[in-house]
């Protein structure tokens, strides 16, 4: 899949508190309550020195000042998501850029206390599938999407660049899930018949683009009854082995013609 991460220049990795208020949003004097109660991302060479914001300071002022504004969180909060965020080797600005760089919609998935999470909406959703909030207790989770806010930062460095989300790569997605997936009754019941242990063998005949023709070999256990095996089922092949006048195997191939029209009750597919 074609790659689209821009570069970002050592020269464009310098802000000011005039660059923060415009892209951020907040004013001279929120800027010095953030500071003052640790929830600002910058460096000063001097104690009264000018504040100086890195390109990924100001993303992690951005995503604290729009979950503080969305959210309502104080800023107690934002300390912690700042912390994590600019702990050391992390940069979760880069990393967003890789993923946006393929086309994917980005969010930052976190309680503001102990779980963080930055990834794709596809990769979030396998989390979720898998547990990753299973807890008895209360919990809330921000989920906020950092596209607007990598892309803002952007635009501020000196050779603006867009990363825009694509469509195609979640066609692209959707294929490939709908490969592994069960899409009709039809296909539910091939594999109920490959996963029965009693089946033999089995035909699929395709009858057109909407049914099959479904026939599943059954062995009757040693000492079946043969009149019950061909009474059993309306329509049947029964074919029996003989050996020194006693019946040593019996096998009957019932055919089932099944439609392949999706038939959805709640979220399960169910076989007519």
Sequence with gaps: MKRAEPKVDADDSSFTAGDVKDAAGLSYRQINDWDSKGALPNSREQEAGWRKFSVRDLFVLMVCSEVRKRYGMPLEKLVWLKSFMLQEGANHFQAAMRMMGYGLAVFVFTDLEKNFTMDSDIDIADLLNLGYCRSDNPQAYIFLCVNPIVNKVLTALKKPVRLDVSDTVYHAQWAADAKVRVQDSAEIAVLDAMRDNDVQRFIVTKKGDDEILLENEQEL??????????????????IIKRHEGQNVRISRTMPKKISRRKKRFGSQLQIS
């Design 221 to 238: 256990p040693k000492g079946a009854d043969l009149n019950t095996a061909v009474c059993s089922h309306n329509f049947q092949t029964v």
